[in-house]
């Protein structure tokens, strides 16, 4: 372990959490091969600006986030490495989007007026990775400074469920749900990575939040706006987001986790990758969890199963990964999704790469 992955797994307080995950040059070739070509197409279709977006323009804070990410995720930081200048000129697009009250990106952007909140969460997660990695005293201090305005909002905008909606509680008159709630729960836990205060009330209610959007089944529903949560209005996708989420936060064994392990184990195939709804966002979070379950936290979760039955990395990355090789185009990007490309591509290569073990918020 270099000292990188020292001072990242002591953040997040996993030193003595299971296997050592593999380090870069241990990746096989043809992922190696399959993730450099995927890089060099997200590079390459970063704007002179600095930022990336989707199709027509769209969500332009939330796919730079998403797209810096996975180029952090390479090793590269600002300073070095083959992407350190797209990852500066990243950073510095959203400084400069900054507001005033916390917010990090343009509510008066027509593509991002009614879900500032999705583009808010990513940026912080991205530019709280970044300020990890700082060693530059003045930049640091600038980071921090935008970072902890941005947690400040988040506190702000949340609802008194305690869950948070495409824009903030005032603005969305108390609207939340759970994907919007789960963006922000893992942005605040990179910022608290980096150092940066992050109230426990906030964490609290939005756990709490999570637990009540619990159906009996153990999946996680939309939103508790329109009352609690029955069976039969389980989300697979957001129950995968919600385990990602815990285990991100450290929590392995907490007794709703592993009901919505148990949920996505019969809601979500493992040994075959099929189209279902909001694929990509699915496999964001699915893909981290099994990742960090590796292939034996299933077990020791739930001792009694039957071995056939366990959620395991491998049986994951086999067919995720095999699936990744035959579907990614000439050019290195993968398609698909009706948000484009700089999306979908963003998405599966940080699936690829979470065996670097680069960024604290998705180490074992």
């Known amino acids: 372990m270099d000292r990188r992955q020292f001072v990242a797994a002591a953040a997040t307080g996993l030193l003595l959490n299971k296997l050592p995950a593999l380090r870069a040059d241990e990746i096989e070739p043809q992922y190696r091969k399959v993730i450099d070509k995927g890089l060099e197409w997200v590079a390459k279709a970063q704007s002179r600006d600095g930022h990336w977006d989707a ?12 797209a810096g990410i996975v180029l952090l995720m390479e090793g590269s930081t600002m300073r070095e490495g083959k ?12 400084l400069d989007r900054t507001q005033r009250n916390g917010l990090i990106g343009n509510p008066n952007n027509a593509t991002e007026t009614g879900r500032y909140m999705y583009g808010h969460g990513f940026s912080l997660l991205f530019l709280a990775s970044v300020c990890g990695e700082e060693e530059d005293a003045d930049r640091r201090k600038k980071l921090e400074e935008v970072l902890t305005r941005a947690v400040e909002f988040c506190g702000k905008s949340q609802t008194d469920r305690g869950g948070w909606g495409y824009v903030s509680a005032a603005d969305g008159g108390g609207f939340d749900e759970g994907s919007v709630t789960i963006t922000q729960l893992q942005g605040l ?34 939103s508790l706006a329109n009352g609690a949560a029955m069976n039969g209005g389980e989300r697979p996708a957001l129950t995968a987001a919600a385990v990602a989420c815990s285990f991100s936060s450290g929590e392995y064994s907490d007794d709703y986790a592993k009901k919505w392990i148990e949920y996505c184990r019969t809601a979500i195939p493992i040994g075959q990758v099929t189209r279902q709804g909001h694929d990509e966002y699915l ?28 959620m395991t990395w491998s049986k994951y990355k086999k067919a ?23 999306y979908s591509t963003s998405v599966y290569l940080t699936l690829l790469q979470l065996e670097n073990s680069t960024l604290p918020i998705y180490q074992r």
Request: proline share 5%; net charge positive; aromatic share 12%.
């Open 320 to 342: 995720m990964f095999e699936h990744l090789v035959k579907t990614q185009t000439n050019e290195g990007s993968w398609t698909g999704g009706y948000i484009g490309p700089i």
């Open 83 to 94: 992407y350190a200048e797209k990852i500066r000129k990243a950073v510095d697009w959203l």
């Open 189 to 222: 836990r990179a910022a608290r990575n980096a150092g940066i205060v992050v109230p426990k009330t906030i964490i609290d209610k939005s756990r709490e939040y999570l637990r009540k959007c619990t159906t009996p089944k153990g999946g996680i529903i939309y």
């Open 283 to 310: 496999h964001y979070y699915f893909g981290q969890a099994l990742y960090i379950l590796g292939d034996k936290g299933y077990a020791k979760l739930f001792p009694k199963t039957d071995e056939k039955d366990h």
């Open 55 to 66: 199709n027509g323009g769209q969500y332009p804070t939330t796919m730079t986030s998403l």
